[in-house]
């Protein structure tokens, strides 16, 4: 689309989920409670089998549909001539379930490379704290001159993670 800096594929793909979105939702407004219940947007979609059920052919295009079946469409695209419609769950609701998803999956994640001991948390101690005084020199460089009191706000941050994370050293994982 000249103007819109996406290619013909983008706009349809655009398209189609906006139109799947308002579909899933007369099929399946049960993803609603599946998403109150804590499961994230892209179990909805395997555990629906969303993506051999309604003909989609790209994963990013079943959970943007996923999306807004349940955030609902604004109408936002201007170039793409689709009637805006609500979603299947309020915005005031959306954003504590959306807060409360990407802490339980972070959490999750979190625990998980602990056990598995990659990421992160499979760097012996020495290499993580090299890793962190990295970090803080890379912010110290960015921050200190533009913005002190964010970087003060980051330094008293990092000091709470470092007093959580050494409480979860002591915690043991057998």
């Given at each position: 689309?000249?103007?819109v800096g996406?290619?013909?594929?983008?706009?349809?793909?655009?398209?189609?989920s906006?139109k799947i979105g308002?579909?899933?939702q007369?099929?399946l407004p049960?993803?609603a409670?599946?998403y109150?219940?804590?499961k994230v947007?892209?179990?909805?979609?395997?555990?629906?089998?969303?993506i051999?059920?309604?003909g989609i052919?790209?994963p990013?295009t079943?959970r943007?549909?996923?999306?807004l079946a349940?955030?609902?469409?604004?109408?936002?695209?201007?170039?793409?001539?689709?009637?805006?419609?609500?979603?299947?769950?309020?915005?005031?609701?959306l954003?504590?379930?959306?807060?409360?998803?990407?802490?339980?999956?972070?959490?999750?994640?979190g625990l998980i490379?602990?056990?598995l001991?990659?990421?992160?948390?499979g760097?012996?101690f020495?290499?993580?704290?090299?890793?962190?005084?990295?970090?803080?020199k890379?912010?110290e460089?960015?921050?200190?001159n533009k913005?002190?009191?964010?970087?003060?706000?980051?330094?008293?941050k990092?000091?709470?993670?470092?007093r959580k994370g050494?409480?979860?050293?002591q915690h043991n994982?057998d």
């Amino acid at each position: 689309m000249e103007g819109v800096g996406l290619t013909r594929e983008q706009v349809g793909a655009i398209r189609f989920s906006i139109k799947i979105g308002k579909t899933l939702q007369k099929d399946l407004p049960e993803i609603a409670e599946d998403y109150r219940a804590g499961k994230v947007i892209r179990e909805i979609v395997e555990e629906r089998d969303i993506i051999s059920n309604y003909g989609i052919q790209n994963p990013e295009t079943a959970r943007y549909a996923v999306w807004l079946a349940l955030h609902g469409y604004s109408g936002k695209f201007n170039f793409i001539r689709e009637s805006p419609y609500e979603g299947l769950v309020p915005e005031e609701e959306l954003q504590v379930l959306v807060k409360e998803n990407m802490e339980r999956t972070r959490a999750e994640n979190g625990l998980i490379n602990k056990l598995l001991n990659v990421g992160y948390c499979g760097l012996p101690f020495e290499q993580r704290s090299a890793a962190g005084k990295v970090g803080e020199k890379f912010l110290e460089k960015d921050y200190l001159n533009k913005e002190g009191e964010f970087l003060a706000c980051l330094k008293k941050k990092k000091q709470e993670l470092v007093r959580k994370g050494n409480l979860l050293q002591q915690h043991n994982y057998d």
